[in-house]
């Protein structure tokens, strides 16, 4: 099982990118996978997740500007990003939890996700 997250750089305030997870070694449509970002001092938090029924939740502070959604045919997890902050500035981590479908959340355990990404940074100029 492997994850390959792509798509990172740097952009000035409102700008937008585009982040994917592609995963290979086994198939995204029933697995809970997410994005997940940490700053330098701080604790991973969980950004965007779909469990295998293809539901999503966000944390609070991207709700209406980040998109989450997966290509089941190209298991390739996205992460639309637009009016992007200077505060959304991170290394940006793709997981996936394929055994278990439900119960998907971006306040899981980050134990519960047992394969990871080896991150993308993204960097939001004021």
């Known amino acids: 099982v492997q994850l390959v997250e792509s798509g990172g750089g740097s952009v000035q305030a409102g700008g937008s990118l585009n982040l994917a997870c592609e995963a290979s070694g086994y198939p995204t449509a029933w697995a809970c996978m997410g994005w997940f970002r940490r700053v330098p001092g701080k604790k991973r938090e969980g950004v965007a997740t779909i469990d295998g029924y293809g539901n999503t939740e966000y944390t609070n502070s991207v709700k209406g500007r980040f998109t989450l959604f997966k290509d089941n045919a190209k298991n390739i997890l996205y992460l639309q990003m637009t009016s992007l902050k200077p505060e959304d500035s991170a290394m940006y981590y793709c997981?996936?939890?394929?055994?278990?479908?439900?119960?998907?959340?971006?306040?899981?355990?980050?134990?519960?996700?047992?394969?990871w990404g080896q991150g993308t940074q993204v960097t939001v100029s004021s």
């Open positions: 997981a996936s939890d394929p055994r278990w479908a439900g119960s998907c959340h971006t306040h899981s355990p980050l134990s519960r996700f047992g394969y």
